[in-house]
Structure formats: C-alpha cells, structure tokens
Antibody, heavy 123, light 110 residues
Framework: QVQLVQSGTEVKRPGASVRVSCKAS????????IHWVRQAPGQAPGQGLE????????????RVAQMLQDRVTLPRDMSTNTMYMEVSSLRPDDTAVYYC????????????WGQGALVTVSS | QSALTQPASVSGSPGQSITISCTGS?????????VSWYQQHPGKVPKVVIY???TRPLGVSDHFSGSKSGNTASLTITGLQAEDEADYYC??????????FGTGTKVTVL
C-alpha cells in the first residue's frame, strides 16, 4: 500500500520561506508523479483546492502553476524517496493546508494523498 | 489559469439524483479528456470518484457517473445517500500541461 507522509505544521512570518516534505513508501508505481495541492483553512468549498505543481521524481522535470512560478520550487531527494515543496516570499494568503499526492504516470488523476501540512503565515 | 466554475451548493433527498456542473474553457475542459472529480468529507483528504471524464476507479460506487459536453463537465450522483454529503471538486488537465481545479460544490442530503 502506497503511503505519503508529510512534514508537520509550520508557522512563518510574511516574507519568509517554507519547505514541506513528502516521503513516499510502500512501493509506489515504477513511474509516478508527485503533485502538490493546497487548501486554505475554513469552511470548504469557499476554501477550495488549488493545484500548485508536479514533479517527475525520476527525471526531476517539474511544472508549476503560472501564478506561483516565481515563488515555488519542487526539489527531490531520490536517495530517500522524498519530495519537497519550497515557497518563498510568503504572504498571509499562502496560509493553507499543503498536500502532496501521487499520480501513476500517465493516468492524470491523484491516487494517493499525504495527510497534509498546515502552513500558517502571520506576523 | 482561472478556477473552473462549479455551483457553490447542490442538495437532494435520499434516493434522488443530482448533477454538479463544472465549466471551463477551450484551454482546459474543452480540449481535455482528463477531467476528474474528487470527493472530500470534512477533515479528510480528497478521494477520486471519476477520472478521464467518465471512468470510475476500482472500489468507487457505480452511483457516481461523469460526462462532458464542450467546455462543461458534469458529475451525476444517482440514488443519493447520506454518505454522499461532502464537497466535490472537478479537475482538468490544460493545454499548457498544468492542472486546474474547480471552485467546489457542497452537496447536502436533505
């Protein structure tokens, strides 16, 4: 059974950076992509899901939503099967639960999800 | 890329059928067969119920079905059950090889 385990809660000041990790275990598919999705806290669906980006762990190729391209990077450490999401120049409206999720390559949907990591940006 | 447009809420009585629409553009739904739908119960992570417009993953009830016409995709729940009460989000692959989610719909079982 595939498992995605994420790092814990973060509290950051505006202007700071944050790094969230996502470790895959349990024999992920041979070829898979890791996606990052965020959801602002509160009463959904007013706080809906927002797609941030994706990485092919085997090649390191990434795609990031245009609105976040200048602030988000998606590095990886294949020795530990761990993906990271880094967001710089944090703003209060970046406050959200950040999820990683796994797509079996070429299926275009998210099979497995991490438990989420709350990032709070506040002065 | 703007979020896909969904109604904020849809409700129905047990046993009834409801349909949730998801409207995009020719940059996403209109030119993609990779539309998926996710169900999210309060405090839980999302779960896929439909992918590739109308395909159900293994283990998902057959009272969920999907369709697409032009720039609009739809999720239909037939025989509404109490456990279907949740938030539902559509998601589409786009022409720029990114993804976009819908605004979300709260389904209430009366």
């Amino acid at each position: 059974q595939v498992q995605l385990v994420q790092s814990g809660t973060e509290v950051k000041r505006p202007g700071a950076s944050v790094r969230v990790s996502c470790k895959a275990s349990g024999n992920p598919f041979n070829n898979y992509f890791i996606h990052w999705v965020r959801q602002a806290p509160g009463q959904a669906p007013g706080q809906g899901l927002e797609w941030i980006g994706t990485i092919n762990p085997n090649t390191g190729t990434t795609r990031v939503a245009q609105m976040l391209q200048d602030r988000v990077t998606l590095p990886r450490d294949m020795s530990t099967n761990t993906m990271y999401m880094e967001v710089s120049s944090l703003r209060p409206d970046d406050t959200a639960v950040y999820y990683c999720a796994l797509e079996a390559a070429g299926t275009y949907f998210l099979h497995y999800w991490g438990q989420g990591a709350l990032v709070t940006v506040s002065s | 890329q703007s979020a896909l447009t969904q109604p904020a809420s849809v409700s129905g009585s047990p046993g009834q059928s409801i349909t949730i629409s998801c409207t995009g553009s020719s940059s996403d739904i209109g030119n993609s067969n990779h539309v998926s739908w996710y169900q999210q119960h309060p405090g839980k992570v999302p779960k896929v119920v439909i992918y590739d417009v109308n395909t159900r993953p293994l283990g998902v009830s057959d009272h969920f079905s999907g369709s697409k016409s032009g720039n609009t995709a739809s999720l239909t729940i037939t025989g509404l059950q109490a456990e279907d009460e949740a938030d539902y989000y559509c998601k589409s692959y786009t022409v720029t090889k990114t993804y976009v989610f819908g605004t979300g719909t709260k389904v209430t079982v009366l």
